[in-house]
């Protein structure tokens, strides 16, 4: 069994909002590879299914943002989970609007998500970091962040990066994130194909036919008289 939590604040406030990526994420998978309802348990709500056969359950915290860790930790140990089996999908600054990165382990890139986590689980599970873009200056994060995804935003990369993230699912609960990231990839960024269409010549006119040359039958002494008419 492996448990995927998508972060983001609870509330209808909040539910637009790039910091609460990770809970549409979650909310994609479960929509279209039929998981069960959501239910409340562990300060937040779960739903349950596969993805192939993997048993999954998803997991949104409803602490709120700063404090996830209680409800990943209280999950996880009622299922008797270790880190390793646990997946987390949140927003990256630092990644471009649009961009996928799947590891294992690391910094917390000043996520208070993360570190909330990290407080109550430890380093060691796996992130599904998705791009929002940095706002440019510090000071701006914070608006950055709470703020919803513009109409334009969604249509151009959001709807594109949720499709592939569920087209990919499955793989990533069978532990192949290179597949996972080539589903994402396909359809944020798909190949463009390398035949060309060769453009059309323009045909070049045959030279018109020329008469054969007649022979000339003219006697010297009409020749000598044509050269002086």
Request: glycine letters at 12%; charged letters at 25%; zero cysteines.
């Amino acid at each position: 069994m492996r448990l995927f939590v998508g972060l983001g604040n609870p509330g209808g406030k909040y539910a637009g909002n790039r910091h609460n990526i990770g809970y549409m994420a979650v909310d994609r998978i479960a929509e279209d590879h039929g998981f069960g309802p959501w239910r409340s348990k562990f300060q937040g709500v779960i739903a349950e299914g596969r993805l192939d056969a993997e048993k999954i359950m998803l997991l949104k915290p409803e602490t709120f943002m700063n404090l996830s860790g209680q409800s990943v930790g209280e999950a996880m140990r009622f299922y008797k989970l270790a880190p390793e089996d646990v997946t987390v999908f949140y927003d990256e600054l630092d990644l471009a609007p649009g961009k996928l990165r799947v590891k294992t382990g690391g910094g917390l890139a000043g996520h208070n998500g993360l570190r909330s986590i990290n407080g109550h689980i430890g380093p060691d599970f796996t992130r599904v970091r998705m791009g929002i873009g940095h706002p440019g200056h510090k000071d701006r994060v914070s608006a950055h962040v709470l703020s919803d995804f513009a109409k334009v935003e969604r249509e151009s990369w959001l709807s594109d990066l949720l499709q592939g993230l569920s087209e990919g699912a499955a793989d990533l609960a069978g532990g192949d994130a290179g597949r996972f990231m080539n589903a994402v990839a396909l359809r944020t960024a798909p190949p463009r194909s390398s035949a060309t269409t060769p453009k059309a010549e323009t045909p070049v006119p045959a030279p018109a036919a020329q008469p054969d040359p007649q022979p000339d039958t003219r006697n010297p002494l009409q020749k000598l008289m044509d050269k002086f008419k």
